[in-house]
């Protein structure tokens, strides 16, 4: 049973350019989260996912960010036109409805 | 809006040394999670605490939680080098899902 997978596992990325981060969710998981972790901190949640729905986006920021989790395939979480303070590592989960979340191994974003 | 702290952030312990890392939390929770995490690596879940007065034991690690005082503790007997990582606490809110809030992290490092 495959657990959460994200990729790619490191994105380097210019400024302006635009990053796409990719989580497949646990089998029999549909409840996707996103968290963000700046280096030496925390992870602090970005938005809360399930299938063709965003229902907690709470996190995320106004501008640049955008997440889905389409009917078919992994959820995404998208930055345009990103900046050095968007490298960060970032970490998907799943969960069932109710039920302790499962991380993935998380994609580490750096912008030159 | 749920906040959760933990002290200390920082902690060098000797070998064979115990310790007590405390993890506070503003908001009635229905759940709380300790979590360790190596350098580069993602999230690798110890303990679910689920009601007021659970404790948990794992190896040298040991967790309680007391839902009057919001307040859960990670306890280190005898410490070992290998338990050297960063620790974070996470609790469930009241949110009707299974959003997580994480402390700031403690980074324990054990010295021979």
């Known amino acids: 049973n495959a657990g959460v997978m994200q990729n790619p596992r490191h994105l380097v990325r210019r400024r302006g350019q635009e990053a796409r981060l990719r989580c497949s969710p646990m089998k029999g998981h549909s409840h996707v989260y996103w968290y963000r972790q700046l280096p030496e901190e925390g992870l602090k949640f970005m938005v809360y996912?399930?299938?063709?729905?965003?229902?907690?986006e709470s996190g995320m920021p106004k501008e640049r960010f955008s997440a889905e989790f389409p009917k078919e395939g992994p959820s995404i979480l998208r930055i345009q036109q990103v900046v050095r303070g968007d490298s960060a590592a970032y970490f998907c989960a799943s969960s069932r409805f109710t039920g302790e979340l499962f991380f993935g191994e998380g994609s580490r974003l750096t912008v030159l | 809006e749920l906040k959760v702290e933990q002290n200390p952030l920082f902690l060098s312990m000797q070998e064979g040394k115990n310790y007590t890392i405390y993890c506070n939390y503003s908001?009635?929770?229905?759940?709380l999670y300790w979590y360790r995490q190596d350098p580069g690596k993602s999230l690798e879940s110890l303990f679910v605490l689920l009601s007021n007065g659970a404790v948990k034991q794992e190896g040298r690690l040991m967790a309680s939680l007391d839902t009057k005082a919001r307040l859960s503790t990670l306890h280190i007997t005898a410490a070992v080098h290998d338990l050297s990582a960063t620790y974070f606490c996470?609790?469930?809110?009241?949110?009707?899902?299974?959003?997580?809030?994480f402390g700031t992290g403690t980074r324990l490092t054990i010295i021979p």
């Open positions: 996912l399930q299938k063709e729905n965003i229902i907690d």
């Open positions: 908001t009635t929770s229905d759940r």
């Open positions: 996470a609790v469930v809110g009241n949110f009707g899902n299974e959003k997580l809030t």
